[in-house]
């Protein structure tokens, strides 16, 4: 099966105060499968933000192949990268809803400008959906009348409006309390396995995001460890990872597998 994003020997930098680059990504080669989720891991500034601009096209790679579905981003441009973009659902950090739309306007938001469907249909899908992330009820309120996790299930709401065969998350949770946290991450678990889409996951909540991990990236100085299971990553020898391991997982890491 063709993987969902294929990075290949990708170098990113960018010029530093020197003159010189800083060097983010350093000739990193990864796959992200199908219909699985990948948790991108790693300390802040270490371009994990970054990797997701590139499979986007938000930003161009010096050099490499990034592959969408065996579609190369880093060569096409204009129209052609619009319709690959189209491929994906977004959840950036903030979940950055417009503060004056319902939130049923923002998850409309999508439909109208996106398809020519007629409003009865999209009344049926927005409802369908915030029914599904339990925010029926809800859809009249506007953003600033909504807490934490309902913006982000909002935000939620609208990625997946366009039915995305790759969902990107930039740390979802930022700002929610532990139990919030966990309900985001068991629906990310619940719609994934109704809907079947590839997901990324950019995340500082380790080990908790472990547990919906099908596959965990290790950013790092410029390179990128991969683990094809997360139970994997306390056994690893490198330095750099059992530093990570000590420091974000305590001395004895012991997984709590969720049922997903
Ligand atoms: N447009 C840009 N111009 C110059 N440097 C940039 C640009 N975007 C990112 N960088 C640099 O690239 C590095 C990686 O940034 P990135 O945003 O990907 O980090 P991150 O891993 O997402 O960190 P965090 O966990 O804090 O969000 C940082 O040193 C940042 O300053
Ligand atoms: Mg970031």
């Known amino acids: ?13 960018f010029p530093d105060k020197d003159g010189g680059r800083q060097v983010v990504l350093d ?40 592959l969408v579905d065996g579609e190369d981003v880093t ?21 950055a809803l417009f503060d004056s739309l319902s939130v049923f306007e923002n998850v409309a938001l999508p439909l109208r400008e996106r398809t020519v469907k007629r409003e009865v249909e999209i009344r049926e899908q927005v409802m369908t959906t915030l029914k599904q992330l339990e925010l029926d009820g809800h859809e009249d309120k506007f953003p ?22 790759i969902l990107l998350f930039d740390e979802p949770t930022t700002g929610l309390d532990p139990v919030m946290t966990n309900d985001i991450y068991h629906l990310f678990s619940r719609t994934q396995a109704q809907l079947g889409y590839s997901s990324v996951i950019v995340s500082h909540d380790i080990p ?3 547990n919906l991990a099908d596959q ?30 000590r420091t974000t997982m305590g001395e004895i890491y012991q997984s709590h597998l969720v049922e997903k």
Do not use: Y
Request: glycine share 10%; charged share 25%.
């Open 208 to 210: 908790k995001v472990f």
């Open 144 to 165: 600033a009348q909504l807490s934490g996790g309902m913006r982000k299930r909002v935000g939620l709401a609208r990625a997946l409006q366009l039915g995305p065969e």
């Open 216 to 245: 965990v990236i290790i950013l790092n100085k410029g390179k990128m460890d991969v683990f094809k299971n997360p139970e994997e990553i306390q056994w690893a020898e490198k330095p750099h990872i059992k530093e990570f391991v």
């Open 75 to 95: 060569r096409i441009r204009g129209r052609k990268l619009e319709k690959l973009r189209t491929k994906f659902g977004v959840l950036f950090q903030g979940a």
């Open 27 to 66: 000739h990193v080669d990864f796959t992200i499968p199908q219909s699985k989720t990948t948790v991108i891991a790693g300390r802040s500034g270490q371009g994990k933000s970054v990797t997701l601009k590139l499979v986007l096209g938000l930003m161009r790679a010096d050099s490499g192949t990034i």
């Open 1 to 13: 099966m063709t993987p969902a994003i294929e990075f290949i020997d990708v170098v990113k930098s």
